[in-house]
């Protein structure tokens, strides 16, 4: 089964949330948001796998908080609840399991990639 | 109103500050802390909103420096944030913020919070206000009031507070008007 197939990666409440507030605004603010969005979650995904392999907790605990942030902010519940055990799997009582979530992470955002784009496309216009 | 934003993630400062207009609001956006003191120096704006965890300042180390500064204007601060609980509560209040929001915000919760804080910001100009300077006449210790009608300070001040009013006599008066006058009442009735 394809990863499309399961529930909405992302949450559509959140969604008409951000169209509404977008309406108001000159710029077309959200193709401006998703821009940013899939720019700076493809930056911070790096800097959480650099982080990892060089075992910097602090660096790692950092940037999956501030993803974690602009994913909830987006709606992208799924990415923002790994965001969230990276958070604390950063912590200093780290067990491991962290590169297990990065990857969930980018298999999380390649389906919200795929839904922002069908939105902007579809939803938005 | 002037509202400052110190929020280091960008897409969460753009969907705030686009809600914030929305609402007939202007907001200040600042990208992290440093930017956010800064910009607080220069606008003094009423309202804060800041985000916890940032880089260099943090929104709580903002919060105190903003609390040191003792403004005779009160600045209400509202925390981001997504951590919960009453250690993160405590922790917030400890360091002068007023109120809280959950990130991701919810835009009705938001604006309702906005509500809030509107009041007690016009509470406290009110408060300022009264503890401000007062058109006082020199002989009869009427004070004008902003319709610019005179009241005696009784009816002033329990119009605008939850005061009232037991009479009494203090010590000087007692001994400068009440004393003679019982001397004096007491030599009429010899």
Not at chain 2, 103 to 132: N, S
Request: glycine fraction near 10%; aromatic fraction near 6%; charged fraction near 25%.
């Amino acid at each position: 089964m394809s990863d499309s197939a399961g529930p909405m990666a992302l949450d559509r409440a959140v969604l008409a949330n951000l169209l509404a507030v977008a309406a108001g605004e000159d710029v077309s603010l959200l193709e401006e948001l998703v821009g940013i969005f899939l720019a700076d979650s493809t930056t911070y995904i790096a800097a959480l796998r650099e982080a990892a392999d060089a075992g910097d907790r602090d660096r790692l605990k950092k940037a999956a908080h501030t993803l974690g942030g602009s994913s909830g902010t987006i709606g992208a519940r799924g990415m923002a609840d790994v965001c969230r055990q990276l958070e604390v799997l950063a912590g200093p009582t780290a067990p491991g399991g962290v590169a297990a979530l990065i990857d969930r992470l980018e298999q999380e955002f390649g389906r919200v990639r795929g839904e922002l784009e069908t939105f902007l496309s579809r939803g938005a216009r | 109103m002037n509202i400052l934003v110190a929020e280091d993630d960008a897409v969460s400062r753009l969907v705030l500050g686009a809600t914030l207009r929305r609402l007939g609001h202007q907001p200040v956006l600042a990208e992290n802390g440093r930017e956010a003191w800064a910009a607080f120096q220069k606008e003094s704006p009423p309202l804060v909103i800041t985000d916890w965890i940032m880089g260099g300042i943090d929104g709580l180390e903002l919060c105190r420096l903003i609390r040191a500064e003792r403004r005779v204007k009160y600045t209400y601060v509202i925390l981001l944030t997504v951590m919960q609980g009453k250690g993160a509560y405590l922790e917030g209040m400890n360091a002068g913020v007023d109120d809280f929001i959950t990130k991701p915000f919810d835009p009705d919760e938001l604006a309702a919070r906005l509500r809030v804080a509107e009041r007690i910001l016009g509470l406290q100009t009110q408060v300022k206000q009264l503890e401000g300077l007062l058109p006082i006449c020199t002989y009869c210790k009427r004070i004008r009031d902003e319709g610019n009608a005179w009241s005696v300070i009784e009816e002033y001040l329990a119009r605008r507070t939850d005061a009232s009013f037991t009479h009494g006599v203090c010590p000087q008066c007692f001994a400068t008007v009440v004393e003679p006058e019982l001397e004096r009442m007491k030599q009429e009735g010899k």
